[in-house]
């Protein structure tokens, strides 16, 4: 199975002139746990909730304040939408990630892919395999 066919295709983008304060906005209006940062249409750091948390409200500092660049993930690692999604699976678990970028063949933005996506498409075959199983064994 391929990436493109599991991620999430909405992407909640900020500027990087927003604060931490926009960012929470942001996910808490799309549902999302994570934000690409954007300048000049350039992918710069990919911001979390917990990066928030950690590095904004954990040290006392207004959110409202903070530019996200000083609180995102700059060395952002992606993935392309034709990888398979073991090969990614692997590659989040290698470098700890629980998100990922997802660009296509001319390196454009085109998804997010968070270990949240897998799971659900994992169980989801998992279920399928079981049925076919009990189904087989009556």
Same mark, same amino acid.
């Given at each position: 199975?391929?990436?493109?066919?599991?991620?999430?295709?909405?992407? *909640?983008?900020?500027?990087?002139?927003?604060? *931490?304060?926009?960012?929470?906005?942001?996910?808490? /209006?799309?549902?999302? &746990?994570?934000?690409?940062?954007?300048?000049? /249409?350039?992918?710069?750091?990919?911001?979390?909730?917990? *990066? $928030?948390?950690?590095?904004?409200?954990?040290?006392? #500092?207004?959110?409202?304040?903070?530019?996200?660049?000083?609180?995102?993930?700059?060395? $952002?690692?992606?993935?392309?939408?034709?990888?398979?999604?073991?090969? %990614?699976?692997? =590659?989040? &678990?290698? /470098?700890? $990630?629980?998100?990922?970028?997802? %660009? /296509?063949?001319?390196?454009?933005?085109? &998804?997010?892919?968070? =270990?949240?996506?897998? *799971?659900?498409?994992?169980?989801?075959?998992?279920?399928?395999?079981?049925?076919?199983?009990? #189904?087989?064994?009556?």
């Amino acid at each position: 199975m391929k990436i493109k066919e599991i991620m999430t295709k909405e992407i *909640a983008c900020v500027d990087a002139k927003s604060t *931490a304060a926009d960012a929470a906005k942001k996910m808490k /209006n799309q549902n999302v &746990g994570s934000v690409l940062v954007i300048d000049d /249409n350039q992918l710069k750091g990919l911001l979390t909730d917990r *990066a $928030i948390t950690t590095r904004t409200v954990a040290e006392e #500092k207004d959110p409202r304040s903070v530019p996200v660049t000083d609180i995102m993930t700059k060395d $952002i690692i992606g993935c392309r939408e034709d990888d398979d999604i073991f090969d %990614v699976v692997k =590659m989040m &678990g290698e /470098n700890k $990630i629980r998100r990922m970028p997802v %660009v /296509n063949d001319q390196s454009q933005l085109v &998804g997010v892919v968070s =270990m949240s996506d897998i *799971a659900q498409q994992m169980r989801s075959g998992l279920d399928s395999m079981f049925d076919e199983l009990s #189904k087989a064994t009556k």
